[in-house]
Nanobody
Framework: QVQLVESGGGWVQAGGSLRLSCVAS????????IVWYRQAPGKGREGLSC????????DYIHSVKGRFTVSRDNAKNTVYLQMDSLKPEDTAVYYC?????????????????????WGQGTQVAVSS
């Protein structure tokens, strides 16, 4: 059974940090780019960062660039999202999704096609 499991969410004060993990089981992330999404209360799902299959390419939306860092450790079959300088508007459920892409391909933050696998999400709450 293929699973992506996010963890590391929680409550933090504005300016604080959290590190989210996305751990895969039943598949090897060696063949997948990973996209991080979030969904804030009452809002639609928003793609915010991605890391390519090789790990050489990353991308971020403007609102998190310079504050969030995505990385991967294929030996642990895990992708991370380091979130620093958190703001109340970062409050959301955060999801990771796997995108089957060639090693040399760049990733896309908001691909216009269905992604292969999704996690169940982890809640992040940032208080002012």
């Amino acid at each position: 059974q293929v699973q992506l499991v996010e963890s590391g969410g929680g409550w933090v004060q504005a300016g604080g940090s959290l590190r989210l993990s996305c751990v895969a089981s039943g598949l090897s992330l060696d063949h997948y780019a990973i996209v991080w999404y979030r969904q804030a209360p009452g809002k639609g799902r928003e793609g915010l960062s991605c890391i390519s299959t090789s790990g050489e390419y990353t991308d971020y939306i403007h609102s998190v660039k310079g504050r969030f860092t995505v990385s991967r450790d294929n030996a642990k079959n895990t992708v991370y999202l380091q979130m620093d300088s958190l703001k109340p508007e970062d409050t959301a459920v955060y999801y990771c999704a796997a995108d089957l892409l060639p090693l040399q391909a760049m990733c896309e933050i908001s691909p216009k096609y269905a992604l292969d696998y999704w996690g169940q999400g982890t809640q992040v709450a940032v208080s002012s």
